[in-house]
């Protein structure tokens, strides 16, 4: 069946195809700009080219929009302010990494801001979905060393991947204590901003000069409607406390100093916007942070407590604090392949041994915090074809995804019977409806 009616009557009238709709899933669409910008990720990951790689894409899409529908019959949904949530940090992160203005990145795309935020939120919220449903049919999967054994074996000798250098790397992270002077400096700072905005300055002109909050590129300090619970403590005390129109005198949440003004309330729900300020810490601050790292490090280089003890006991950092400092890949491995790591770290370990701890090291962490850490190089493994000896955690989790796969392909023969699944002509070279 054919889908590109709409695409050539665009083409008619503007000189050129926009898209094409190469499947359908109920209410729910397959475009040839999905599976292309697909297959030239992975392309540039490393893939190789071809047909059997298209088919996978197309698969995983159709599948994808098929746990969409489910999840539409079944009632399984996500929260809007989750997604919401995800899809500014995904915002941050594309301004961050594409190193572009937002004017810029606007015409990279070829369209606005909102609607480049609009389309990924769309995005977001189907991957989380998809994860959910996922989350849900393989929940308690795990494979045992045999099932590890007997996929390994499998594997063709001459077709064994070729692992790059791989190292494991702990840290101990201390985040520098922002003293009392230096937020008596942001509380003045934000003082003489509300007196601007009271005197009538444009609130989205100063936000966008002064704040720190990143998702002021974009908002202009308006942070829309909230509801209870959305917001951290502080600033959500703040807004139910305001009248109408109010601007704040400056106060305190976990992400620095905020001034906010409150422009509408309707019950247990408001409309705020705010101009966030992060104190910075003094040169003092990140000494008193390094001369407390550097005496766990003696501690640790005495042999008067282990690397992994000290971290869970000291580190400042989340992430890495719960696996004794070590920093861990997608699924939890300790193993990372050199280009894996940050490049701060992977130059630091050329001038170490292993085994070695270093001297405390001044760094900013990924939330813009300034901070001090110690790295532990604990091992390297030189670059080699893969064996169940060096590389039996990667090798786990390519047969534990094995097994989803399965399982999830077992889902989508029966599910796709309560849905209406159609494939363009010119895409439906796969079998993927085939029984």
């Avoid at 909102?114 to 919220?125: A, C, G, K, T, Y």
């Avoid at 934000?190 to 909050?213: F, H, I, M, P, Q």
Wanted: hydrophobic share 40%.
């Amino acid at each position: 069946m054919a889908f590109q009616a709409s695409a050539q009557e665009n083409e008619e009238a503007t000189g050129f195809v926009v898209d094409e709709i190469i499947s359908k899933v109920d209410n729910y669409i397959v475009l040839k700009s999905d599976l292309d910008r697909l297959y030239q990720d992975q392309l540039t990951n490393g893939r190789p080219p071809g047909q059997q790689l298209r088919c996978q894409l197309m698969a995983m899409l159709i599948r994808n929009k098929l746990m969409m529908a489910k999840a539409e019959i079944d009632s399984v949904m996500v929260l809007d302010a989750e997604v919401d949530a995800n899809t500014q940090r995904r915002m941050d992160m594309i301004l961050s990494q594409s190193g572009r203005s937002p004017d810029e990145l606007e015409e990279l795309y070829g369209k606005p801001l909102e609607q480049i935020r609009s389309e990924l939120r769309d995005q977001v919220r189907e991957q989380m979905i998809v994860n959910k449903m996922e989350g849900v049919m393989t929940d308690g999967l795990v494979v045992t060393p045999a099932e590890v054994r007997r996929f390994f074996s499998k594997i063709p000798k001459d077709s064994l991947p070729y692992f790059s250098a791989s190292v494991e790397v702990a840290q101990i992270v201390k985040i520098a204590k922002v003293s009392e002077d230096q937020k008596n400096i942001t509380r003045t700072e934000l003082v003489a901003l509300r007196n601007r905005l009271l005197a009538g300055e444009d609130w989205a002109t100063l936000a966008k000069k002064y704040s720190s909050d990143p998702s002021v590129i974009t908002n202009g300090g308006d942070m829309g409607w909230s509801g209870r619970g959305r917001m951290v403590p502080e600033y959500e005390a703040t807004a139910f406390r305001l009248k109408p129109n109010e601007i704040s005198m400056p106060f305190e949440s976990p992400f620095g100093f905020h001034v906010m003004q409150l422009l509408e309330r309707r019950g247990n729900e408001y409309h705020s916007r705010h101009i966030l300020i992060s104190p910075k810490p003094s040169e003092s601050d990140l000494a008193k942070a390094s001369k407390n790292l550097d005496s766990i490090r003696t501690l640790i280089v005495n042999d008067s407590i282990k690397f992994q003890k000290a971290a869970k006991e000291f580190s400042d950092d989340v992430e890495t604090k719960g696996n004794g400092g070590f920093f861990s890949d997608a699924n939890g491995g300790i193993r990372l392949m050199v280009d894996e790591l940050d490049p701060v770290v992977f130059f630091k370990l050329d001038s170490m041994q292993i085994g070695d701890v270093s001297h405390p090291i001044v760094y900013r962490t990924d939330d813009g915090k300034d901070a001090v850490r110690i790295l532990f190089y604990r091992s390297r493994v030189a670059p080699h074809q893969a064996s169940l000896e060096a590389d039996w955690s990667r090798i786990q989790d390519a047969t534990l995804n094995e097994k989803k796969d399965r399982i999830l392909q077992k889902w989508f023969q029966k599910a796709r019977k309560d849905v209406f699944i159609s494939i363009d002509d010119a895409y439906d070279y796969c079998g993927i409806l085939d029984e």
